[in-house]
């Protein structure tokens, strides 16, 4: 005897083939799975040593200090500035609006104050500015033979506290490099300057096992995390060739006419000139995205022109 579900199967009928796709149907694209971008999760050490933290979750520098302060138990203030891949105090590799997202993260923190006096003698001191975007101005750089290389106790690094006891913490680099320009020539001034805390300060906490793998790498990933003053962090693309040269011919023109060096604001000006196509239209842009710096028009000429430069040299 044949079971009651074999029957069936015999006396069931065939599916009906489905009908073919209509011409519609058929040119209509098949949409894609939206990208799930990965979590982006940041290794980080405080430079003088430290076990490795892990952070994630921020889009501006000030929400980085703040994550990097809380996975050392420490005040987003006592950071300094951060570098990449170095705990050095090494500028080239200065932490700015963008990080690799390999890139491992040294966090330089306050170490010992220190005040010295200054006379100036000439116009310039031969200090190069910058500021680490939340709130601390401190030296990139200063000029062999100038007023301040003769005065050993200030070094590359050095946070700028105070300018005769008036505190200058929460200024951006461009007001402190223009209080320094304004001082009177032939008047003592002081300066009250914070260094990055020393990896010696903590010696015996720190032994050769400690160093970061990561340390010295340069990252060859093609993207980079770009954090924004105004809006979200973005992943995009590595700078082109032209957007690199650009942005560093700028940045020199930054140093000669305002004595400060910031290659985010370097990049920012750049991207302002693509969507310009003359001098003119490009100063009305920098003032509606750039106002306060207040950029004389002798400035925006020449990098109006370092950027046609750079577009040129690099074809």
């Given amino acids: 005897m044949e079971s009651g579900g074999a029957r069936e199967a015999q006396g069931a009928q065939p599916c009906p083939p489905a009908p073919p796709p209509s011409p519609a149907e058929q040119a209509a694209p098949v949409p894609s799975a939206p990208r799930i971008r990965p979590r982006l999760v940041f290794h980080t050490q405080l430079a003088h040593g430290s076990p490795t933290g892990k952070i994630e979750g921020f889009t501006n520098v000030r929400e980085l200090y703040a994550k990097i302060a809380e996975a050392f138990g420490i005040s987003p203030t006592e950071i300094l500035f951060c570098t990449l891949n170095s705990h050095k105090v090494d500028m080239q590799r200065l932490l700015g609006g963008q990080i690799g997202l390999e890139d491992f993260i040294f966090a330089h923190v306050r170490g010992e104050t220190k005040e010295v006096e200054v006379t100036k003698t000439e116009d310039a001191l031969g200090l190069?500015?910058?500021?680490?975007?939340?709130?601390?101005?401190?030296?990139?750089?200063?000029?062999?033979?100038?007023?301040?290389?003769?005065?050993?106790?200030?070094?590359?690094?050095?946070?700028?506290?105070?300018?005769?006891?008036?505190?200058?913490?929460?200024?951006?680099h461009y007001e402190v490099a223009k209080m320094l320009r304004e001082l009177p020539k032939a008047q003592p001034f002081t300066?009250?300057?914070?260094?990055?805390?020393?990896?010696?300060?903590?010696?015996?906490q720190r032994t050769r096992s400690s160093k970061?793998?990561?340390?010295?790498?340069?990252?060859?990933?093609?993207?980079?995390?770009?954090?924004r003053a105004r809006g979200s962090a973005t992943v995009e693309e590595v700078p082109s060739e032209f957007e690199e040269e650009a942005a560093r011919r700028v940045d020199d023109l930054l140093e000669s006419y305002m004595g400060i060096r910031d290659p985010d604001l370097a990049s920012t000006l750049v991207e302002t000139s693509k969507e310009t196509q003359s001098a003119q239209e490009f100063a009305r842009g920098l003032d509606s995205v750039l106002g306060e710096f207040a950029f004389p028009d002798e400035f925006v000429v020449e990098v109006w022109a370092a950027i046609g430069e750079a577009k040129e040299a690099c074809g």
């Fill in 128 to 172: 190069t500015i910058t500021d680490n975007g939340a709130g601390y101005a401190f030296i990139k750089r200063i000029k062999e033979g100038s007023i301040i290389n003769r005065i050993e106790a200030v070094c590359v690094g050095d946070s700028i506290e105070a300018i005769n006891d008036q505190t200058i913490v929460g200024c951006r």
């Fill in 191 to 204: 300066l009250r300057l914070v260094q990055p805390k020393r990896a010696f300060d903590m010696i015996g």
């Fill in 212 to 227: 970061c793998p990561g340390e010295g790498k340069v990252t060859s990933g093609r993207e980079t995390l770009r954090l």
